[in-house]
């Protein structure tokens, strides 16, 4: 229930998700085409498209995407992204309950897969695809091994809110290491194992962003763990955050990498899709 719960959570925030997510490097988008062999009319899938941000990218690309999104907060906000692209159909379901009518040459996910049920993930993944299709899924993810401010945030998150884990301190865990949250797993392992996928590949991409405390602290109201706090104890740790960053000149650079795992569907090892 509380997974669920925190699954369709963004929905309440969903104007203030598009505003504050980053978007997904250029180079990435290059590197998934190339993987899937698509181009232009070429069929895609999209899993937790939420508003669209990585939509856009490959719509941009020319492929035809039907794109998932359980929350109708989300997909309403996704369809007024995707406005002008006719090549984009958007459908508010959830990956584990929708029903295909065909096969796709790429399946691609951002920032969502953990969120698929763990018991179909994979094998409605695998029907879903042609022999020789794509799965593609990626996540953007702070890098706070790099950042001067690690210890007095993860200091305030240990004083404001607690119910987090020791190891939070902002969007991703402090120590990914120690106790990583779905999003940091190594995927890898995931992927090794899953029928109907050749072995995978990993790759990633670095970039950062600079924050001022507001637009931190607004990052912050789009993550689902935070978004679920008790209020009281969410206002006080966005206080506490925005004062912390303020004492060190207002701003700051978050360093970031987007990792992406890429997994070949095996010929002749499909399922019907059920």
Avoid: C
């Avoid at 939420?50 to 035809?64: E, I």
Wanted: hydrophobic share 45%; proline share 7%.
């Amino acid at each position: 229930m509380a997974e669920s719960r925190r699954r369709l959570a963004f929905g309440s925030v969903a104007e203030l998700y598009d505003r504050a997510r980053p978007s997904y490097p250029p180079e990435l988008v290059d590197d998934v085409l190339a993987f899937a062999g698509v181009a232009a009319g070429d069929p895609a899938l999209e899993v937790g498209a939420g508003t669209g941000k990585a939509t856009v990218l490959f719509a941009s690309r020319g492929l035809r995407i039907v794109a998932l999104e359980p929350s109708a907060e989300m997909a309403s906000v996704a369809r007024s992204n995707l406005a002008g692209y006719e090549n984009v159909s958007i459908e508010q379901v959830g990956f584990e309950g929708w029903r295909p009518q065909a096969t796709f040459k790429l399946l691609l996910s951002a920032q969502a897969w953990h969120w698929v049920s763990r018991d179909v993930r994979y094998t409605r993944a695998r029907a879903i695809l042609a022999d020789g299709g794509a799965l593609a899924v990626f996540w953007n993810r702070p890098r706070w091994d790099a950042n001067p401010l690690r210890a007095e945030l993860a200091e305030t998150y240990r004083r404001s809110a607690p119910a987090l884990g020791a190891d939070t301190v902002g969007p991703g865990p402090m120590d990914p290491g120690a106790r990583p949250a779905a999003w940091w797993e190594d995927w890898s392992r995931d992927l090794q194992g899953a029928p109907g996928f050749e072995p995978p590949e990993h790759r990633s991409y670095a970039w950062s962003q600079q924050y001022t405390s507001d637009e931190y602290v607004t990052l912050l109201q789009t993550h689902s763990d935070h978004i679920v706090l008790p209020d009281e104890q969410r206002h006080a740790l966005f206080g506490a955050v925005a004062r912390m960053i303020e004492r060190h000149g207002g701003a700051f650079t978050l360093e970031y990498e987007t990792a992406l795992w890429l997994a070949r569907a095996a010929v002749g090892s499909g399922l019907p899709a059920g």
